[in-house]
């Protein structure tokens, strides 16, 4: 039985296993059988080892094969040696190697990894970033973690390429699936009271007091896998030092695209429930006989006045970019003698309205559309994350098409910290920190 039996045998094992596992009450016949099963596992483990250890025994005695990548490592030489090795998964390309490896200590920065990896020669910093059955390959085929150091900075690519996600609110899931907030439920204050059923009562010396308790919801978060997956020539990744950062803003900028969008229009199946889904969105309508496709003063104060009051200072509007000549050219009326007061001004190449930033943004819907023009604080939108954004990386998934394969993962959830519209004690309009303006 060669290796690609064995992984292929292994495969319908740990299926077979897995299905006896999934029933909540097995049989007796099905724990034996399992048991079976668990056993023929353990030894195909141990033939996989046998084979491993055949490869590399053979290995030994094969002649060195210079690779493009070791071309440009070293330098040409006179002798070829006929003895190979591999420490870590690396080929060891002589006796040399041994007595004198390619780099101490531990390894600086992305650029640095993948020259490593792609050397071919022994090095022992990647050794402890040998992680075969967490990359792209099958535990035969082998593969790298790239360092810690790599994914902090993808991640700090994908927060600096996004507008939505940095000013949300964000909790970090660590040791469980998901994550519950607990919260009141204040969305209603018409009645006098605060948190759903919260008041105070004026009682004179000695009164008997009256009872009040506030209602309570949770809103659950389960991060959801957000994966990208990308190949490259090793050419091209051997092609300079500029390497890594090319990678981690490829991968960054399209994770954090991604979940901007959610966190805009995402439906909650698989993905997280966006800003234009929820019923907390509060939708302004238009002006009667308002043309298609336009935006008008009174749109702007409308929905101004539907902010929460709390959320005023924190709130800002994001746009899409067809919205600039319009928002530039709009002005307040200030009767015959007046001078035009401008909707958006701007300084230092900032725009705001009415105090408040504008940011513009592809994101934002069509003109026309609803949530072409949006005025939220969205530190009222919670985002839970497990972990970090972690990057996998293999050169051997695609070695016969001399491809180095990359695959970025994130596990993110979301969904608004309100569940609707806010009625307030006083005054007819409903309020929300997610205010947008309806199709015209």
Sequence with gaps: MNIVEITSKARELRSELDAILKEELPTEAQIKRGE???????????????????????KLDEPVRTSFAQTLNYPEETEVEARADRRGGVQVRSGKDIVAPLGQGDIADNGAFYEAVLSRRYDPRLEKYEARATTLADHVD??????????????????????????TTTYSVTNARSIVIPAFDDSDHSGGTLY???TAYWEPEAAELTETAGAVREMRLTPKGLKTYSTMSNEFVVSGPGLASVIERKLGEAIGWKIDDAIL?????????????????????????????????????????????????????????????????LTQPVGTAG??????????????????????????????????????????????????????????????????AIRATAYIDGQPLVDSAFTPYKGSLSMSPFVALEAR
């Design 142 to 167: 082998g593969g790298y973690l790239v360092p810690e150091s790599g994914t902090v900075g993808i991640f700090d690519k994908a927060v600096e390429g996004t507008v939505f996600w940095p000013r």
């Design 339 to 404: 001078v035009p007061v401008p909707v958006m001004n701007q300084s230092n190449g900032e725009f705001t309205i009415l105090g408040r930033p504008v940011i513009f943004t592809e994101k934002c819907s069509a003109l026309g559309d609803v949530g072409d023009i949006l005025f939220a604080d969205m530190s009222y939108y919670a985002v839970a994350m497990l972990g970090a954004i972690t990057l996998a990386q293999s050169e051997h998934a695609f070695f016969a098409h001399d491809k180095h």
């Design 265 to 329: 229009r995402g439906d909650g199946a698989g993905k997280p429930l966006g800003i234009l889904n929820s019923p907390a969105l509060v939708t302004v309508d238009e002006e009667t006989s308002q043309a298609d496709d336009t935006i008008l003063w009174a749109n702007i104060k409308n929905m101004y006045a539907r902010m929460l009051p709390a959320s005023k200072s924190r709130a800002v509007w994001y746009c899409n970019n067809d919205l600039v000549p319009q928002l530039l050219s």
């Design 36 to 58: 079976v099963v668990a056993a023929e596992l353990r030894k195909l483990d141990r033939l996989r080892e046998l084979g491993d250890e055949q490869e590399r025994q053979r």
């Design 196 to 198: 759903g059923g919260v």
